[in-house]
């Protein structure tokens, strides 16, 4: 139990184009999905918390129109990096929280995501 | 908001030893978890542990929440355990689960 899944799993772009990445939470729901950012031998950095039916809430630095969440179901949360540049180069991570057993994460297979 | 902290940033092992990981904590918290992140980024749960102790097979963990520490013990160490070993936590009053800066473990036969 307690999967979540993310696609593609590999992209590479031109700058300039527009990436959407997909999360699910496969057997469960959940009301809040986060979207992390992980460079190269660091840590991982939140970037956002989606709530499903509503508008995304972004950490300090990050840019709302850069990086646009979608969380319309309780399933389902999306984030599109629009007009990519090398520099959105990075490892993105998805996560989920169970509604009925909210206290522990987990989380996706991570997306790598190269903008040439 | 809350600081975790990692300790040590790098460990080098020899197959078959033990050791302990540990992660400090600035704030009470309601999650602390540990996963291990594979060599294809994928993070493993490894423990939900936000007080108390669990085991398990060779891998233990104890939180000490009044203390705000957590370790992670790893016993008869294998190659395969190899890899980066994070813990995360989240405040009582938040939301947010913010990662240490990780362990770099590496296993040699």
């Known amino acids: 139990g307690a999967v979540v899944s993310q696609h593609p799993s590999r992209v590479i772009c031109k700058s300039g184009t527009s990436v959407k990445i997909e999360c699910r939470s496969l057997?469960?729901?959940?009301?809040?999905m986060f979207w992390y950012r992980q460079f190269p031998k660091q840590s991982l950095m939140l970037m956002a918390t989606?709530?499903?039916?509503?508008?995304?809430?972004?950490e300090q630095g990050v840019e709302k129109d850069k990086f646009l969440i979608n969380h319309a179901s309780l399933t389902l949360s999306t984030l599109t990096v629009t007009s990519a540049h090398p520099e959105d180069s990075s490892f993105y991570i998805c996560s989920a929280r169970d509604l009925i057993k909210p206290n522990e994460q987990f989380f996706g297979p991570g997306t790598r995501l190269t903008v040439l | 908001g809350i600081q975790v902290e990692q300790s040590p940033p790098d460990l080098i092992l020899q197959e078959g030893a033990n050791s302990t990981l540990r992660c400090n904590f600035s704030d009470s918290v309601n999650n602390l978890q540990w996963f291990h992140q594979n060599p294809w980024g994928q993070l493993i749960n490894l423990f939900y542990i936000p007080s108390g102790t669990k085991q398990n097979g060779r891998l233990s963990a104890t939180t000490v929440a009044t203390e705000r520490y957590s370790l992670l013990y790893i016993s008869s160490s294998q190659t395969t355990d190899s890899g980066v070993y994070f813990c995360?936590?989240?405040?009582?009053?938040?939301?947010?689960?913010?990662f240490g800066g990780g362990t770099r473990v590496l296993v040699k036969p």
């Open positions: 995360a936590a989240r405040e009582t009053a938040g939301n947010k689960l913010t």
């Open positions: 989606s709530n499903e039916g509503s508008k995304a809430t972004y």
């Open positions: 057997d469960f729901q959940a009301t809040t």
